[in-house]
Nanobody, 117 residues
Framework: QVQLVESGGGLVQPGGSLRLSCAVS????????MGWYRQAPGKERDAVAT???????NYADSVKGRFTISRDNAKNTMYLQMNSLKPEDTAVYYC???????????WGQGTQVTVST
């Protein structure tokens, strides 16, 4: 019943842009902290950016100034605008919804982002 579905991944050249979307259903979206995480082969899954229900954001140092996280509570959708992409941004990007006080943590299936010539 709870679903997080990512879209927008693909192949892009260095310096290019992509916009990822995460469509959420089955929960009251506005109650949850949302985030984008990524995992490259052989590496840990790390937080890229998070956004709380009030709109406050946090970014990994590696993406500050290049990526922008946002949410539209009316559409139950979260976005990640990715600009000035670098090869080291190549990874599977995952959508995450959390409500720690209720012990809730849910993940999407992931979408592949490849930055290469």
């Amino acid at each position: 019943q709870v679903q997080l579905v990512e879209s927008g991944g693909g192949l892009v050249q260095p310096g290019g842009s992509l916009r990822l979307s995460c469509a959420v259903s089955g929960i009251d979206f506005g109650f949850y902290t949302m985030g984008w995480y990524r995992q490259a082969p052989g590496k840990e899954r790390d937080a890229v950016a998070t956004i709380i229900n009030g709109g406050g954001t946090n970014y990994a140092d590696s993406v500050k100034g290049r990526f922008t996280i946002s949410r539209d509570n009316a559409k139950n959708t979260m976005y990640l605008q990715m600009n000035s992409l670098k090869p080291e941004d190549t990874a599977v990007y995952y959508c995450n919804a959390r409500y720690p006080r209720a012990g809730y943590n849910c993940w999407g299936q992931g979408t592949q982002v490849t930055v290469s010539t």
